[in-house]
């Protein structure tokens, strides 16, 4: 029995499904996803910006007692959303487009790459109808929603077919330049993504090249590379000036210790509940048919399949006792060994059988990757451990799910197309398996709660008219401090001009008492042991961090006594559908200034006409003053006045800390991009015009020649 439909059919399905799975995002309201607020608030921070100031700030007020705007994170993907913005509808509308519109275009991106890995047409089909059913990409989108890594795939896997195609000889020059300028807009998009595709380099060059051509190829890479820099530079520059932040930042992405190696978390969270695990077995099945002229590799192949399943299943058995590191030693040789057999195959196939070299070396080493650092002992070096701890698991997963489905791809063509009955029945089986699971990972991507600390499902969902209102009338100066409040909470600095204390990028923190707390929300802190102590201490810091108003959501009447002090009285409570907020407020004012060593009164205007600048107003006669700014600390503030002396200057806490001679007094606080942005974009700009010359002048040159044969 064979299936008789068009070689593009399944590609047609991929995107019909791409399509269903988005609708939820235009649901009325603001999108829950664990990840969508962190990046819609940006979006919502700019829009707002340059519709009442004309221009984008340097400078990010809304969380942590303010950051460098952009500065750790990829602009593109939020300029992109402006852009889209611009033609008139609402910040939320132009997100909800922008993410939907990438999720959809990646199933045809997979298509694209499978045609420049040499895949036929059939099989680069099956490929994207199986990537848009795997459960991790739902996941992703639906549970997850991270925006920049969405719109980052499809750039991605455009990158690797234009990549792989330069290193095979397949017109070099316009691969070259097609490939250095996606690896810039990738760079510009999403920084991790790029960094996992760079990965892949080196990868691809061994998988890709043979022995004549491999010197060329690795020029080739490396000029590829220095130009994608070049081009990206606006803002890598900056990123890479900032590494003081990261550095002295604790905090890092918890996925990267947690041991997915243990055998039963294995094979059922991580196998099953999100690669899918006819997914991962039919990929696996594709590089066993690789050795099917010799049964040696076969039974070798298999060994090293099992010996990866023991090493797993020793590691979990072990615990803690020294037999874990026999568990730890059995995978490294079983993945090595998988590893050191693919590459022993590509001496026995031609040029055209290296995309399927690549493909499955690909698979394999992130297979590995996607195990963590248990299954990796050379990341606990040093050196590679400070890069590997600021990386995300989770996202090696994800890019796994491309080789994956491409490996999956030829076995689905194989069975559909077999003349044995059994082989096409059991892949119709697997298919509808494969649908109901994604289906089933659709609707647990939505209804499930984003942790147990925060009991909101991942649904749109409005602020309460009533939370809006409400600090709408408040005009007093402060911070808001949220606890276990939905997600929405992250742009609710956007809808009522109040800024909150957390945030949702902990590497922005600047502040030393938020620089303590190593977690990723203050809002849940998800791994922290005593939250409640935590919160009670930064209550006490109110003052200090400006707290004036704590806002609960879904509390008790034990919790708010227990956040409840002599200052913090509950001034609102609010009930909205199933879920309620409570509302705290501190009876003593906040200032935004200190005078260090000063007790008397003073008389202060303090004024503040845009994010990046601060007027104050010192009235008061006094004598060496030095004046601390609740905002927080960053080189990029600059001060004018003529009785402030020197730079700016980081308190003990953190903030900005100026020194005035005497008062009466103005001053003037600015904050600008310390990078000379004008000269590196002149740079890039020149590099990308310089790009497309030659790829003009190759066509033309191309053109002449054929003309003349």
Not at 130 to 147: A, E, Q, S
Not at 193 to 222: C, D, E, H, M, Q
Not at 432 to 440: E, F, H, L, P, R
Not at 651 to 670: D, Q, W, Y
Request: with cysteine.
């Amino acid at each position: 029995m064979k299936f008789r439909f068009n070689s593009r059919t399944p590609l047609i399905f991929s995107i019909v499904i791409s399509v269903l799975t988005v609708l939820s995002r235009f649901s009325p309201g603001i999108p829950e996803g664990v990840d969508s607020t962190s990046h819609l608030s940006k979006i919502l921070f700019i829009v707002d910006s340059y519709k009442s100031l004309h221009y984008v700030p340097s400078w990010y007020p809304d969380w942590y007692g303010g950051s460098p705007f952009l500065l750790l994170y990829s602009p593109l993907s939020y300029i992109l959303t402006f852009s889209v913005a611009l033609t008139g509808i609402d910040g939320v509308l132009a997100y909800k487009i922008v993410d939907a519109a990438f999720y959809v275009v990646t199933p045809i991106t997979i298509y694209i790459l499978g045609l420049g890995l040499n895949l036929k047409q059939v099989e680069a089909a099956w490929a994207s109808l199986i990537f848009t059913l795997t459960p991790t990409v739902i996941g992703n989108f639906l549970f997850y929603d991270r925006f920049p890594n969405i719109v980052a795939l499809p750039i991605a896997c455009l990158f690797i077919a234009s990549l792989s195609k330069m290193l095979r000889g397949i017109c070099v020059v316009i691969n070259f330049i097609a490939s250095t300028l996606l690896l810039s807009i990738l760079i510009l998009t999403h920084h991790l993504s790029a960094f996992i595709v760079l990965i892949l380099t080196p990868i691809a060059y061994v998988s890709l090249t043979n022995s004549r051509g491999r010197i060329k190829a690795a020029i080739v890479l490396i000029a590829l590379i220095g130009c994608a820099l070049t081009v990206s530079s606006p803002w890598f520059l900056h990123f890479l000036e900032a590494s003081w932040h990261i550095m002295r930042n604790p905090f890092y992405n918890r996925t990267v210790d947690f041991p997915f190696m243990r055998l039963t978390y294995a094979m059922v969270d991580y196998l099953t509940v999100e690669q899918g695990i006819f997914h991962f077995c039919l990929a696996i099945l594709a590089i066993y048919q690789l050795y099917s002229k010799n049964r040696g590799f076969q039974t070798i192949y298999l060994t090293g399949i099992m010996t990866l399943l023991t090493g797993m299943g020793v590691f979990e058995a072990a615990g803690n006792s020294l037999l874990r590191i026999v568990g730890q030693g059995l995978v490294v040789v079983s993945f090595l060994s998988m590893i050191g057999l693919i590459l022993h195959i590509k001496g026995r196939v031609g040029n055209d059988g290296y995309p399927i070299i690549f493909i499955s070396l690909w698979f394999v080493i992130f297979a590995w990757l996607s195990l963590g650092n248990y299954a990796i002992p050379v990341v606990n070096l040093p050196i590679i451990n400070t890069v590997w701890r600021s990386l995300d698991v989770h996202r090696f997963w994800l890019y796994l799910a491309i080789p994956t489905s491409l490996l999956a791809g030829k076995v689905a063509v194989n069975a559909t197309r077999s003349n044995r009955r059994i082989y096409s029945a059991g892949f119709i089986v697997i298919l509808v398996v494969m649908i109901i699971g994604a289906s089933m990972k659709g609707i647990y991507a939505l209804s499930q709660n984003v942790n147990p600390h925060l009991p909101y499902t991942t649904e749109n969902s409005e602020i309460p008219q009533q939370v809006i209102e409400y600090f709408e009338f408040e005009s007093e100066y402060g911070r808001i401090l949220p606890i276990r409040c939905p997600m929405w909470v992250y742009v609710l600095p956007r809808y009522v001009g109040k800024p909150i204390i957390d945030g949702w990028y902990p590497q922005e923190k600047v502040i030393s008492d938020l620089l303590k707390i190593n977690d990723y929300r203050i809002n849940d802190l998800e791994t922290s042991e005593n939250r409640t102590r935590i919160w009670k201490w930064l209550i006490e810091r109110n003052q200090e961090l400006a707290i004036r108003w704590l806002l609960v959501g879904n509390a008790n009447s034990t919790l708010i006594n227990t956040l409840a002090n002599s200052t913090f009285k509950v001034d609102n409570y609010i009930i909205y559908g199933r879920n309620n907020l409570t509302i705290l407020k501190n009876s003593i004012p906040n200032s935004h200034i200190e005078l260090n060593n000063k007790t008397i009164n003073i008389d202060i205007n303090y004024c503040r006409p845009a994010p990046d600048t601060i007027f104050i107003e010192i009235k008061t006669p006094l004598q060496d003053v030095d004046l601390t700014v609740r905002e927080a600390y960053d080189p990029g503030w600059r001060v004018k006045g003529e009785d402030a002396i020197g730079i700016v200057q980081q308190s003990p806490e953190g903030m900005i800390s100026i020194r005035v001679t005497s008062t009466p007094s103005r001053i003037i606080l600015n904050h600008y991009p310390s990078t000379n942005i004008l000269l590196i974009c002149y740079i890039s700009y020149a590099s990308i015009i310089i790009l497309l010359l030659i790829s003009f002048w190759y066509v033309i040159c191309k053109r002449k020649v054929e003309a003349n044969n």
